[in-house]
């Protein structure tokens, strides 16, 4: 080389800035921007014309069919306005990204922005989220509590997109995440490193993130493949035998749904890395502007001019980029650290699917021939061989990219250079064996196979196009032109690597269902989901809020899944959203079960809900989420009510005190108010109100009893007859109805007729006290005695006043029990209705139970007041054909009663009356 002499300059030392030191120190954040890569030629899919026609069948070789019985109305699948493309790479922009051009600018500023505009935050915004943060790290587990508002936010989103495009719907679920796991993020940042609280969070964000990018893969991939339901019927157009790589290339991916779903993939995995580009970007940077391999140039200026004795390292003696190659000689080694920094960030560049963002910093490093190396992979297309306009249109691709592909192919397999040098031209290549050790992760070996999946199709598409001859392609090795590619084969070979990092990876749950996802495999993914709802420990609350909204958005598209397994995935849901009280979100996903189902979910649900607030709050919900709201009141009544295992059993005759009421008993006696919030269950409330009292009763709380019946409105008798006068119907009111309004009068008068007698027994038993004059009194004494006693005497005769009256009035309310109209107490009188056993027993043991012991109350009422003659009478009425009542007392009890009679008998003749309380004629 002639360098002139005004070249010679002073060796190159890069100043404190940019020492190895300072590399180590100085941090920076950047994001690029989403490709604009508008053309076919792009990396991104290439669009394809929509065309309105009939649905068609279903993709054949990755979408499960949907049911016959249920078809979806596309239009509002689709797209509520216009149509959406079907293949466009439309990944949302990572916080903080920015545009970026590294074109003629000073793209180093553009490298390292603000920290504050690297987190997207203005700075009203930075001090509230900075205020939330610090409120959010006090918590015991940051991330949880922070990612709490999902679960409200998830489902305000479905009900908001319930009646427009599904896909809408989709976009908003990662809005919501890429919204939280940006918050996460800075509260990472803020944490202190090492704390436990700072991993919960920093793994509850990549779980959110991990979520945001499954949705986003969703969304494309259903895009397309219910649009490629609506056009399979449409007969596709067979590329010409002349036309170009370009129009095979467009051909290819309109007609072939694996290539183009392939593609779709890819572009979102590039998208992933976008996101992530930030972080790789924090300990890369370069200095050179226009001259590449400077310090390399400048030792071979100073060689030339000085003595070279002095120098051992060997180094190329030419600066042509093959020079280091050719010669076998180094570089210089901050050139050779500077060019394996860009390497690497130049592969990082197109895995992100940002090639032109790597060209350009290429062009900006002084390395534009690299920056033309990353160009030949375009497709050819000349708009001039079939174009009928008299102007020149530019041509497009590389006329022989088929030897720019085998050049790449070679260096990619050649040992000395850098290895990502060789991962750059295996991918332009196709080469997967020299793409995959670069590949650290799982989503980058995903990539890999992707990009060379649609590499080879469409390769193999273009040759069998042009019509080359084989030995036009021996250049090409023949397992990369023969293979047969399929997404099955694809994570076949994933499941085969060798690195313990990606084999890990690919159990993980999310990139299990991303799998899944990709290949269709409707019932593969609702078998793994089977399986890790019955596995321990519990999956993650945000996994499975995520597998339930998975689960409703294919039931919106009418796809055929699992029914029992998305039954599972719900209830699953429905029960942590019980254990973590989101009152307001439970009737919606239960509304989503199969009606009985969703009605004993309900019920389970709101035995648990005691507020009056909540419950009638519940039961709007429940309301407007369709849910029967009748039949879930009953069965909470019903399953509370019949929690008590005891059967009913006889009592004892002693007219003791009430047993106390227990905790359960109160749950019972509350458990009514579900069926008075609405005036038309009167009828159920009063059925479900009568058979709890029914138990109480048998077990002699009537305190308890007392309860239930004020829990049923006064009114709901007249309440239950105008609603049936409402049908305009002149028949009678339903039997089950009638008798349950007979039954609940037959209690009302038992226990009326028992706190008749409660009082009675309260006031017999409380008599005024006579006064007593003490021995040997003084006139005092005496005078004060005589004055106690006519008070004695008034209170007793309105203590007896009042005793006589209380008698006639438990003397009525027992006799409205023994002697209860039209058949009996607690006996039907409509026999037409629906039998129920274990209502006629119940009723059949209450009246063995209750007639003898309130005939025994009378008894003791007549024969404490005096009143013997009535308490013989009291035998004819036992004894009586038309009521029947000795048939409901056993035999001791008819012992007992005779004893008592005979006890009244022999009062009566010791007051020389007969037998029967007659006097005795003479």
């Known amino acids: 080389m002639d360098w002139g002499q005004n070249e010679l300059l002073s060796p190159i030392v890069r100043d404190a800035e940019v020492t190895r030191a300072a590399r180590r120190k100085k941090k920076a954040q950047f994001n690029f921007p989403s490709p604009r890569d508008e053309s076919p030629s792009a990396s991104t899919t290439p669009a394809r014309s929509l065309h309105h026609q009939t649905p068609g069948s279903l993709l054949k070789h990755s979408f499960t069919p949907k049911t016959s019985g249920r078809n979806p109305d596309v239009s509002a699948i689709l797209a509520s306005v216009g149509r959406t493309p079907c293949f466009m790479n439309t990944p949302r922009p990572p916080m903080g990204s920015m545009s970026m051009n590294l074109d003629d600018s000073d793209w180093t500023t553009g490298l390292y922005p603000s920290p504050l505009y690297g987190l997207g935050l203005g700075e009203?915004?930075?001090?509230?989220?900075?205020?939330?943060?610090?409120?959010?790290?006090?918590?015991?587990?940051?991330?949880?509590?922070?990612?709490?508002?999902?679960?409200?936010?998830?489902?305000?989103?479905?009900?908001?997109?319930?009646?427009?495009?599904?896909?809408?719907?989709?976009?908003?679920?990662?809005?919501?995440?890429?919204?939280?796991?940006?918050?996460?993020?800075?509260?990472?940042?803020?944490?202190?490193?090492?704390?436990?609280?700072?991993?919960?969070?920093?793994?509850?964000?990549?779980?959110?993130?991990?979520?945001?990018?499954?949705?986003?893969?969703?969304?494309?991939?259903?895009?397309?493949?219910?649009q490629t339901e609506l056009e399979d019927d449409i007969m596709m157009d067979v590329a010409a035998l002349n036309a170009s790589e370009k129009n095979v290339m467009e051909q290819l991916f309109q007609r072939d749904a694996v290539v183009r779903q392939s593609q779709l993939v890819v572009d979102w995995l590039e998208s992933i890395a976008k996101d992530e580009i930030g972080d790789f970007s924090d300990n890369i940077e370069y200095y050179a502007k226009s001259v590449y391999w400077e310090n390399t140039l400048h030792a071979l200026k100073l060689r030339r001019n000085t003595d070279n004795s002095g120098f051992n390292i060997p180094l190329v003696t030419e600066l042509d980029p093959d020079a280091p190659i050719r010669q076998r000689r180094p570089l210089a080694?901050?050139?050779?650290?500077?060019?394996?920094?860009?390497?690497?960030?130049?592969?990082?560049?197109?895995?992100?699917?940002?090639?032109?963002?790597?060209?350009?910093?290429c062009k900006r490093c002084g390395q534009a021939w690299r920056a033309a190396t990353l160009e030949g992979w375009k497709l050819y297309h000349d708009p001039n061989i079939t174009g009928v306009g008299a102007e020149l249109l530019p041509v497009e691709g590389n006329p022989q990219r088929g030897v720019w592909k085998v050049c790449c192919w070679r260096m990619a397999e050649d040992e000395q250079f850098n290895r990502y040098e060789r991962a750059i031209y295996a991918v332009l290549s196709g080469n997967l064996k020299r793409v995959l050790p670069v590949c650290e992760s799982w989503e980058d070996s995903v990539w890999a196979y992707f990009r060379v999946l649609v590499d080879s199709l469409v390769e193999q598409e273009v040759i069998r196009s042009s019509g080359m001859d084989s030995e036009e392609l021996d250049e090409l090795p023949r397992e990369y032109l023969e293979t047969n590619w399929?997404?099955?084969?694809?994570?076949?070979?994933?499941?085969?690597?060798?690195?313990?990092?990606?084999?890990?990876?690919?159990?993980?749950?999310?990139?299990?269902?991303?799998?899944?996802?990709?290949?269709?495999?409707?019932?593969?993914?609702?078998?793994?989901?089977?399986?890790?709802?019955?596995?321990?420990?519990?999956?993650?609350?945000?996994?499975?809020?995520?597998?339930?909204?998975?689960?409703?958005?294919?039931?919106?598209?009418?796809?055929?899944?699992?029914?029992?397994?998305?039954?599972?995935?719900?209830?699953?849901?429905?029960?942590?959203?019980?254990?973590?009280?989101?009152?307001?979100?439970?009737?919606?996903?239960?509304?989503?079960?199969?009606?009985?189902?969703?009605?004993?979910?309900?019920?389970?649900?709101?035995?648990?809900?005691?507020?009056?607030?909540?419950?009638?709050?519940?039961?709007?919900?429940?309301?407007?989420?369709?849910?029967?709201?009748?039949?879930?009141?009953?069965?909470?009544?019903?399953?509370?009510?019949?929690?008590?295992?005891?059967?009913?059993?006889?009592?004892?005759?002693?007219?003791?005190?009430?047993?106390?009421?227990?905790?359960?008993?109160?749950?019972?006696?509350?458990?009514?108010?579900?069926?008075?919030?609405?005036?038309?269950?009167?009828?159920?409330?009063?059925?479900?109100?009568?058979?709890?009292?029914?138990?109480?009763?048998?077990?002699?709380?009537?305190?308890?009893?007392?309860?239930?019946?004020?829990?049923?409105?006064?009114?709901?008798?007249?309440?239950?007859?105008?609603?049936?006068?409402?049908?305009?119907?002149?028949?009678?009111?339903?039997?089950?109805?009638?008798?349950?309004?007979?039954?609940?009068?037959?209690?009302?008068?038992?226990?009326?007729?028992?706190e008749a007698f409660n009082e009675w027994f309260k006031h017999m038993n409380s008599p005024p006290q006579k006064p007593s004059l003490p021995p040997q009194a003084k006139f005092t004494e005496t005078v004060a005695f005589e004055m106690k006693e006519k008070e004695y005497q008034m209170e007793h005769e309105n203590w007896s006043g009042r005793l006589d009256v209380l008698t006639e009035d438990i003397k009525e309310r027992i006799y409205n029990v023994l002697l209860f109209v039209d058949g009996g107490w607690m006996v039907d009188v409509r026999e037409d209705a629906e039998e129920d056993s274990e209502r006629s027993h119940q009723m059949a043991m209450l009246r063995r139970l209750c007639l003898p012991m309130v005939t025994f109350l009378l008894l003791t009422v007549l024969q404490r007041t005096e009143r013997h003659q009535e308490s013989l009478r009291m035998a004819d009425i036992i004894a009586s054909d038309q009521h029947r009542l000795y048939e409901v007392f056993s035999k001791d009890e008819l012992r007992k009663f005779l004893q008592k009679i005979r006890e009244s008998s022999l009062l009566l003749l010791d007051k020389g009356l007969d037998p029967l309380g007659y006097e005795i004629q003479p």
Request: charged share 30%.
């Open 333 to 361: 080694d901050l050139d050779r650290e500077d060019d394996a920094r860009l390497l690497k960030y130049l592969f990082t560049l197109i895995r992100a699917g940002m090639s032109d963002e790597a060209q350009r910093l």
């Open 486 to 754: 399929t997404l099955e084969k694809v994570f076949e070979e994933l499941q085969a690597t060798e690195s313990k990092r990606v084999l890990e990876e690919t159990k993980e749950h999310y990139h299990i269902i991303q799998t899944f996802v990709i290949l269709g495999d409707l019932d593969g993914l609702l078998e793994e989901f089977s399986n890790w709802l019955i596995k321990t420990p519990a999956l993650p609350s945000h996994l499975l809020r995520f597998m339930t909204h998975l689960v409703l958005f294919y039931n919106s598209l009418g796809l055929q899944l699992k029914e029992e397994v998305s039954v599972e995935v719900l209830k699953a849901y429905i029960s942590l959203l019980m254990k973590e009280k989101q009152l307001d979100l439970i009737a919606f996903y239960v509304s989503h079960l199969p009606s009985d189902l969703a009605t004993s979910q309900y019920a389970h649900f709101l035995e648990g809900v005691s507020e009056s607030e909540q419950r009638q709050r519940c039961l709007e919900l429940a309301r407007e989420a369709g849910l029967d709201v009748a039949a879930v009141t009953k069965m909470v009544v019903e399953n509370i009510r019949e929690r008590d295992p005891e059967e009913f059993a006889h009592h004892d005759l002693t007219p003791a005190l009430d047993t106390g009421t227990s905790p359960e008993d109160q749950r019972k006696i509350d458990v009514i108010d579900w069926l008075v919030f609405d005036s038309a269950q009167r009828a159920e409330a009063m059925k479900q109100s009568n058979a709890i009292m029914r138990k109480f009763i048998a077990c002699k709380k009537h305190d308890a009893a007392k309860e239930v019946f004020a829990k049923v409105p006064d009114d709901s008798v007249r309440e239950i007859y105008r609603q049936w006068e409402e049908h305009g119907l002149d028949t009678p009111l339903p039997a089950e109805d009638e008798n349950a309004i007979r039954e609940h009068l037959c209690i009302r008068a038992y226990l009326e007729a028992h």
């Open 124 to 226: 009203n915004s930075f001090t509230d989220d900075l205020n939330m943060s610090s409120v959010m790290l006090k918590e015991e587990d940051p991330g949880e509590a922070a990612s709490g508002s999902l679960f409200p936010d998830f489902l305000q989103s479905y009900l908001r997109h319930s009646t427009s495009a599904v896909f809408d719907l989709l976009e908003e679920y990662e809005a919501i995440c890429q919204d939280k796991v940006g918050m996460l993020q800075r509260m990472v940042s803020r944490a202190t490193p090492g704390q436990q609280k700072s991993s919960k969070t920093a793994g509850m964000r990549w779980l959110l993130q991990q979520e945001m990018v499954t949705w986003r893969l969703i969304t494309s991939l259903y895009r397309d493949r219910i």
